[in-house]
């Protein structure tokens, strides 16, 4: 069965750093591309990062640039957020999500860890 | 940056009834060079990730009834549920793939009467 599984989420104080990782198994994770979005308290969804299949090509929301930092392990069928300079408004559920093979429709998404930055 | 807008914000239908959501962007997703709406619909329930219901604006994802349909084109999108079920009950967002950013609608809540 196919899964996405996302740890590493916490309480982080505003300034403080967390690494994300979201384990993969069910699939060829090294032929996929991969994202990570993220969804505030009652609020809606809002994409986050975008990496390759080979890691040559990544994309970051404004709101995350210089900040965020997405990785993958495709022998270890992982993917990575590196977070630094947390701040409060980046407290959220955050979802690792496949694109469909093909194209860039959200296909398959983890169940979510929630990062929580407050003093 | 592409703003994907939703309306309405809430909706309330009974069992068994038609449901429509509209979605429009401010600017056209149709890619010209493969005539496709770079389009998707998602629906998500209570304390669960969203799941993936349309692509394309209008192809069903595997395993999804086919009371959900999805049409439009350019810029002005709708998902139709034809005949609502109360597992349906959800938030349902629209979102492009045709540039990065990608970019999600405010969601549409959708309840039983």
């Given amino acids: 069965e196919v899964h996405l599984v996302e740890s590493g989420g916490g309480l982080v104080q505003p300034g403080g750093s967390l690494r994300l990782s979201c384990a ?3 699939f060829t994770f090294a032929t996929y591309t991969m994202n990570w979005v993220r969804q505030a308290p009652g609020k809606g969804l809002e994409w986050v990062s975008y990496i390759s299949s080979s890691s040559d090509t990544i994309y970051q929301a404004e709101s995350v640039k210089g900040r965020f930092t997405v990785s993958r392990d495709n022998a270890k ?10 701040r409060v408004e980046d407290t959220a559920v955050y979802y690792c999500a496949r694109d469909r093979y093909g194209d860039y429709a959200f296909d398959m998404w983890g169940q979510g860890t929630m990062v929580s930055v407050s003093s | 940056d592409i703003v994907m807008t939703q309306s309405p914000d809430s909706l309330a239908v009974s069992l068994g ?9 401010s600017r056209t997703i149709l890619y010209s060079s493969d005539n496709k709406n770079y ?4 629906q998500q329930k209570a304390g669960q990730p969203p799941k993936l219901l349309i692509y394309w604006a209008s192809t069903r994802e595997s395993g999804v009834p086919d009371r959900f349909s999805g049409s439009g084109s350019g810029t002005d999108f709708t998902l139709t ?5 109360a597992e349906d009950v959800a938030v349902y967002y629209c979102q492009q793939y045709y540039s990065t950013p990608r970019t999600f609608g405010g969601g549409t809540k959708v309840e039983i009467k």
């Fill in chain 1, 24 to 26: 993969a198994s069910g």
């Fill in chain 2, 39 to 42: 389009l998707a619909w998602y």
């Fill in chain 2, 81 to 85: 549920i034809s005949s609502l079920q």
């Fill in chain 1, 77 to 86: 069928n992982s993917l990575y957020l590196q977070m630094n300079s947390l």
């Fill in chain 2, 17 to 25: 009834e038609r449901a429509t959501i509209n979605c429009k962007s």
